[in-house]
């Protein structure tokens, strides 16, 4: 049962090969890259960007899980990568759920790990190089959807927070409702928002879908290389 459930969760780890570097040296090395111009002959905003997000992810929870996830051995990297980003899902939804909305420290902790989330795809494709080129590009599609998941449950706490609305909710639901509809730009019209930061908070939703799905989704989209489920092409 063991072995059954370790082949399941960690796959192949004889294919893993074992990093020199640890994920902090990684970045470490890949600030450098860019200050350098190692890889890429940029210069003004673009390389200021591209130092801010690569330097960003060092201010954040992730790499270090990382980092130390590594310290128990390479197969265990993406394993770890995977329930801490189950984890900044499932925070929002129980903040929801057991109205902790008021608990400011709750709160500030699930706009930080979100804020993460933000940079962290950016990142990838802007300022990680050679450095972090994933084991799979499908398995970044699917981590991408479960940062899709986290900003629309993040956002409708915050929805949740006050009365930014033109009527209040009634349910735990309804600022996903809400959240989910704004992030699908459908506008149903049974909410919308009337004060200042409602507004502000709806156009930050706003923008940010339109940069994961349309720029990000695209990009991996095109890197995934499926070898499809019959022998040659043009056979089915």
Not at 50 to 75: D, H, N, T, W
Not at 179 to 208: C, D, N, W
């Amino acid at each position: 049962m063991k072995k059954t459930i370790r082949k399941l969760l960690l796959g192949n780890v004889a294919a893993i090969d074992k990093q020199p570097l640890n994920p902090i040296e990684k970045r470490i090395q890949n600030i450098q890259a860019i200050w350098n111009n190692d890889h890429q002959d940029d210069n003004g905003i673009e390389k200021i960007v591209r130092l801010f997000l690569s330097s960003s992810q060092l201010f954040f929870p992730g790499i270090y899980i990382k980092y130390l996830a590594s310290k128990k051995g390479p197969e265990y990297v993406d394993l770890t990568v995977d329930l801490y980003v189950l984890l900044k899902v499932m925070l929002p939804l129980l903040v929801l759920v057991n109205q902790w909305q008021s608990t400011i420290f709750i709160l500030y902790f699930m706009v930080y790990v979100m804020l993460e989330t933000v940079l962290y795809i950016p990142t990838l494709i802007f300022a990680s190089d050679l450095f972090s080129r994933p084991r799979s590009y499908k398995r970044s599609m699917l981590l991408l959807f479960f940062n899709y998941l986290e900003m629309v449950l993040a956002f409708a706490v915050l929805y949740s927070c006050n009365n930014y609305l033109n009527k209040p909710f009634t349910h735990w639901f309804d600022p996903i409702y809400f959240s989910t509809v704004t992030a699908s730009t459908i506008g149903f019209g049974e909410y919308y928002p009337v004060a200042f930061l409602g507004k502000f908070l709806v156009s930050m939703q706003a923008l940010l879908v339109l940069m994961y799905v349309v720029l990000f989704l695209n990009f991996f989209s095109t890197k995934i290389k499926s070898k499809g489920y019959f022998g040659s092409e043009g056979t089915e």
